[in-house]
């Protein structure tokens, strides 16, 4: 069986929404991520949030016949609340996506939780379900920290290989997660020797830096074989080869790295 793949917006951060998925149109992925609002301040803003920008895409995904999967990314903090995520549901309704991916920054976990519940309550009216991203340097950092909260709110668990690995996952968290596992895996690569050692370093390299998929040491074919052979693939690889590739380029490149893999 062949597995879908998908890109995901950190691969070509910056990229306007509706070039990017042209591009992916135009070299074969079978879906895409769209980020609905930035991430963080140094982001150029590019949100999906009720404007022209919007209406575009839709436009796009209609011409090219592009299926947005998953939209992003909610940062939960001991603020967030209804009126951050009410427009961020409805951008990922009116480009027919299913999920929507957060990861938890509020220390104060049970809180988060409570949050994490409404939100999730939320996305259900929208037909939309809340994909939790455990990131090796946030509250949430193995899958196995993610499985009580899952399990509380109803969100599902989204394993992303970078941060599985350098939160030092083993490989039976797979199998202990996967009654609340997403049903997209987001794929990248990476050396294992080359963990950084600081909060600023694990953040600069999940941005920045990650390996393309085949050209690192991560267990990525085994964590794969624990997964439904029919498991979607995004790619979520930023790295300064975008740069030199151009977009086309890039895209054509990680799709045939992610293939061989």
């Not at 409404?118 to 920290?145: C, K, N």
């Amino acid at each position: 069986m062949t597995r879908l793949i998908g890109i995901a917006p950190l691969s070509a951060l910056g990229t306007e929404p509706a070039d990017f998925v042209r591009a992916a149109a135009e070299t074969g992925y079978d879906f895409i991520g769209l980020r609905t609002r930035p991430v963080t301040a140094t982001e150029k803003d590019l949100n999906l949030l009720n404007n022209p920008r919007l209406k575009e895409v839709q436009a796009v995904l209609r011409d090219t016949g592009m299926r947005v999967y998953d939209t992003e990314f909610i940062a939960i903090d001991s603020q967030t609340d209804r009126d951050f995520w009410m427009p961020m549901l409805e951008a990922a309704q009116a480009l027919a996506a299913q999920s929507l991916t957060v990861t938890i920054t509020d220390p104060d976990l049970s809180r988060a939780t409570d949050t994490l519940s409404e939100l999730v309550a939320d996305g259900r009216a929208f037909g939309i379900s809340i994909a939790l991203e455990p990131i090796s340097y946030q509250t949430v950092q193995q899958l196995r920290d993610g499985i009580p909260v899952a399990s509380q709110s109803g969100c599902r668990l989204l394993l992303d290989t970078l941060h599985f690995h350098r939160a030092l996952c083993n490989l039976e968290q797979i199998s202990e997660a996967q009654p609340y596992l997403a049903e997209v895996v987001q794929l990248c690569d990476g050396i294992l020797a080359q963990r950084a050692d600081t909060r600023e370093g694990l953040i600069e390299e999940s941005r920045a830096k990650r390996g393309i998929p085949g050209e690192g040491d991560f267990k990525l074919a085994e964590c794969l074989a624990l997964l439904p052979a029919d498991t979607p693939v995004s790619i979520e690889v930023p790295n300064p080869k975008f740069a030199e590739l151009g977009l086309h380029g890039y895209l054509r490149h990680l799709k045939q790295a992610a293939a061989q893999v």
